[in-house]
């Protein structure tokens, strides 16, 4: 989404003069802007994105698949092994049971097998899947269906349909040939016209004759991004997109990890053909397919402009499982480094050709490697070996990647991190005011920083204005200390929403709140999500030096007084030009706040300038599934742009002012 194509703002809103300062009351706040003194550099991969499976993000999320539980292999809850076929249902006179004895391949290593006791063109036999909460329908668009199966019998024709939840079918399209043998079927379905955009939706397999038959990795996908073949969800693409990322941390969090060895990441497992990936369970309780694999989030990378920040398994899970001798680390050092290889190796290697052969021959860039995942819950002191010994084994190979430990340096003594991974969850407003801070006490002799994981939670399940404001001063806080904060990504990225109560082995939501939100049919960004666009999108080349004068304070239910105005100063510099000054502020003011603007170091200013805001006069309100853009950015054009202007902001805001200098 482009900020600059929304509405314009009504005067109502917001209002610039350029009055005389005395025309201002001398309690008015104001900011010192030295536009000829660079504070530092920011770097051009400042914002990015963090990922995990969590809240149904891939499953059901972003990665394309309609149909819950596709292998059969998933399980219900809590459990660790599959013992029934869950989110499946029979249809008609069918009765259905996991076969461990009519297995695909090895890695899908059961099958369904549907015993249909009577069927006939009018009273058909098979099953139904829902979907994750539904499966989303819309008019004019294709879906292809794919099953393998196999039968006993003359079983005939199969009937595979996108149907009402109520029965009604949307649309079908009939299947034959299924014989003896395990064989691959492909149908494609189209709705028509007429058809109402709905997710109360389900699909359907059946037959019309009595017989018996193995199903395995029934699957059906509507659109893709880009039209990929295992692709993912366009609109979340799409609003992920609008971010202008430069990086994605994959796979990311606890997923790396897994509860257990067996069930972290095993990125072996999840390239090639999906039908041969075995799929794990998910420390957050449910079953992942791992058709969103490897090659998925490179191309996810490629197809949003971001590079690779990979985050490798370091011998630690989250059981409390570890390893620290370098002999029992060794078979995962060189997973991490076969790992690298495949996404930066060249064909002439044998990783980086086992990536041409999964269809991408060009090695994707890549500058930094994660080793391991919050090891400060590793109370062993652990981490300080493992840690020196993959990154003894990276840089050996690869010395040009950054490598970056995901605990202070002071932790690691045996070797000096390049750059530390921060993470920051403020439990409300008030906490994320408290640490605003942090960064500028930090001594400048310590490592780079990535901030790889930061939110304010506030608002429930989703981040309200007030979170969104307090995220902004936040952000403002780290491209001031650009010098030692090298990037940054908020966290989690997406929440499956359909159903965010009840027992938490049925819910969608684990975590509140998140930054892009959806069901199976909607999607939309938080107020959280349109400050990142907002800073993103004007993200500076320097950071210039300011001061303020005059700001007034708020306080906390629980008493705490914080600055009621945050602010950032940097420049845009384009070859040729003089520049653009952009203004970043976050304003918690509860009224309308009249700011002095006072420029230094400039000849001579452009009397237009370009100002993108977001307000809201209830600072607990947020966007929703049926209302996503209460809450989101406009931009005007501002005229009287001088050295001296007077900005007046409105009451909980958050915005973005770009002066063009000449």
């Given at each position: ?246 990086f994605l941390r994959f796979p990311g969090g606890n997923y790396v990890e897994g509860d257990t060895f067996g069930q972290r ?398």
């Amino acid at each position: 989404m482009n900020l600059l194509s929304l509405c314009t703002l009504s005067s109502a809103f917001l209002a610039l003069t350029t009055s005389a300062p005395s025309a201002i009351a001398a309690s008015s706040p104001e900011i010192h802007i030295a536009a000829d003194r660079v504070k530092t550099r920011i770097n051009p991969h400042m914002y990015g994105l963090m990922t995990e499976e969590i809240n149904f993000a891939y499953e059901g999320g972003l990665y394309g698949e309609l149909i819950r539980n596709r292998s059969f292999k998933g399980e219900a809850g809590y459990a660790y092994h599959a013992e029934e076929p869950v989110y499946w249902n029979a249809v008609g006179a069918a009765e259905m049971a996991l076969d461990r004895n009519n297995k695909l391949n090895d890695a899908l290593d059961l099958s369904l097998a549907l015993t249909l006791t009577s069927a006939s063109p009018e009273q058909p036999a098979g099953i139904r899947n829902g979907g994750y909460w539904g499966i989303a329908l819309r008019p004019d668009t294709t879906y292809t269906v794919s099953f393998y199966a196999k039968a006993e019998g003359e079983i005939g024709p199969l009937l595979a349909s996108l149907a009402k939840a109520g029965g009604a079918s949307v649309v079908s399209g009939r299947v034959d040939g299924v014989g003896r043998d395990w064989k691959k079927f492909e149908i494609t379905l189209r709705t028509g016209s007429d058809v109402v955009p709905s997710k109360d939706n389900v699909f359907t397999l059946t037959a019309s004759r009595p017989g018996k038959l193995w199903l395995q990795q029934v699957s059906v996908f509507g659109p893709t991004y880009k039209n990929r073949p295992n692709g993912l969800r366009p609109d979340l693409m799409e609003l992920m997109g609008a971010l202008r990322p430069k990086f994605l941390r994959f796979p990311g969090g606890n997923y790396v990890e897994g509860d257990t060895f067996g069930q972290r990441f095993e990125w072996k497992k999840t390239i090639g053909d999906p039908a041969q990936r075995p799929g794990h369970r998910s420390p957050w309780n449910y079953w992942s397919t791992d058709g969103m694999g490897m090659m998925e989030f490179l191309l996810w990378c490629k197809d949003l402009g971001m590079e690779p920040l990979l985050d490798v398994f370091a011998g630690y899970a989250l059981n409390g499982e570890r390893l620290s001798s370098e002999e029992d680390l060794a078979p995962f050092v060189q997973e991490a480094l076969d790992q690298i290889e495949y996404i930066i190796g060249g064909t002439n290697t044998k990783w980086g050709a086992q990536r041409a052969r999964d269809g991408h021959p060009e090695p994707f860039p890549m500058h930094y490697v994660e080793i391991g995942n919050e090891d400060f819950f590793d109370k062993s002191g652990s981490y300080d070996k493992r840690f020196s010994i993959f990154h003894k084994a990276i840089k050996a190979r690869y010395p040009q990647l950054t490598l970056i430990s995901t605990i202070a340096a002071s932790a690691t003594p045996s070797q000096r991190p390049e750059m530390i991974d921060d993470h920051n969850y403020a439990w409300g407003e008030a906490q994320m005011y408290e640490h605003l801070n942090d960064y500028d006490k930090r001594p400048r002799t310590d490592p780079k920083v990535f901030v790889g994981e930061w939110a304010t939670q506030q608002g429930w399940p989703m981040p309200n204005m007030k979170a969104a404001i307090a995220d902004a001063a936040y952000l403002a806080s780290l491209e001031r200390n650009a010098d030692l904060v090298q990037m940054a990504a908020y966290a989690p990225l997406l929440a499956n929403l359909s159903q965010v109560s009840g027992h938490s082995r049925d819910r969608s939501l684990q975590w509140a709140t998140n930054m892009i939100g959806y069901d199976a049919l909607k999607s939309y960004g938080t107020p959280s999500y349109y400050v990142q666009t907002m800073f993103s999108s004007h993200l500076g080349d320097v950071v210039l030096e300011s001061s303020g004068r005059d700001i007034p304070n708020w306080t906390s239910d629980d008493g705490k007084t914080f600055p009621a105005l945050h602010w950032v100063v940097t420049r845009k510099d384009e070859a040729g030009k003089p520049g653009r000054i952009q203004i970043k502020f976050a304003s918690r003011a509860a009224t309308d706040q009249p700011v002095r603007v006072k420029l230094a170091g400039v000849n001579k200013l452009a009397p237009t300038a370009q100002l993108t805001v977001m307000s809201s006069a209830n600072p607990d309100a947020g966007n929703s599934l049926d209302e996503p853009t209460r809450v989101a950015p406009k931009t005007q054009s501002l005229k009287g742009i001088a050295r001296e202007f007077t900005l007046t902001l409105p009451a909980y805001s958050v915005g973005v002012l770009e002066i063009e200098t000449r």
